[in-house]
């Protein structure tokens, strides 16, 4: 991975956002993961500049990650993240994009799809869970593996990098061996960021109030390509089946050898991918 770009700060409906703004072309949005120490550029950096040969792509901190505001959220979480979201855009003079998003990112995506149709294009979207059940089965821990996956990382001790190399290759990446010391350098000095840490010490949820998407998804107009792994440890690929058939224009592709960051751990074949499908709606 290169060295992260030029930092940008814009408004966004109150809040004040960082990002990079790479290349030229297609306005795409980058929206990364909830997992500790995540950024965007942690989690796009690897395949951005693929993306940036013939798009303009807006890698956004999502709101109380990286270098973003460490605000507190109140009331419904995906419904908050979509409004600022849609306020970012209107200060970067952005009227439509398609947006590429992994995890957390991508419930937010899906959220600001449905309830803002005009500002969306398409949607690539891996390893989110905008539904709390499965088709067939239970959710691994009833849903709940990454916030505990967050309270076991800041617990105890607190982060080490030991514990941030072992919350990465068991849950993010299918082979764990591969892992850069530098992506791995990144998460971890995030992760001690004061107001990361502020935020994950508080008893009461400080991210704002949990929402179930079943209604959303079914009023999505954008194409979407839900871009999975076979190996995802949070959300095996019969629950973007679901979604799939859930979104009216839905369609899924999934990656052999790859876990939920998937466009790190194999951004060429990612890239192949998601442009093949971004290139297709033209």
Known sequence: MSAAPQSHYAD?????????DLG??????????????????SDFGPVAPLFAADRRCLLVDIQQY????????EGPMWDHHAARTVGLLDTL?????DFVCNSWGGTIALNLAATYPERVRSLVITGSMPVFYGPLAPLPENGHRGRTA?????????????????????LEWYDGAKLPEETL??????????????????????RGDWQDLTAQLGRIQAPTL?????????LTPDYPLMLARM????????????????????PDAYHSVVSGFLDSLS
């Open 66 to 73: 990286g270098k973003s505001e460490k605000s507190r959220i």
């Open 247 to 266: 979104v009216p224009g839905g369609s899924l592709h999934v990656l052999d050898h790859a876990s939920h960051h998937l466009q790190e751990e194999r």
């Open 150 to 170: 967050r309270d076991i990382y800041y617990g105890g001790e607190g982060p080490t990098r030991e514990k941030m190399r072992q919350l990465i290759t068991k």
């Open 93 to 97: 003079g952005v009227d439509r994009a």
């Open 24 to 41: 030229s072309g297609p306005d795409t949005v980058f929206l990364h993961g909830g997992g500790p120490g995540c950024t965007a550029w």
């Open 12 to 20: 966004g409906a109150g809040v004040n956002y960082h990002y990079h």
């Open 185 to 206: 350098t990144l998460r971890y000095e995030q992760s001690l960021d004061e107001g990361e840490r502020a935020l994950a010490a508080m008893s009461d949820s400080p």
């Open 226 to 234: 839900f871009m999975w792994g076979m190996q995802d440890a949070f």
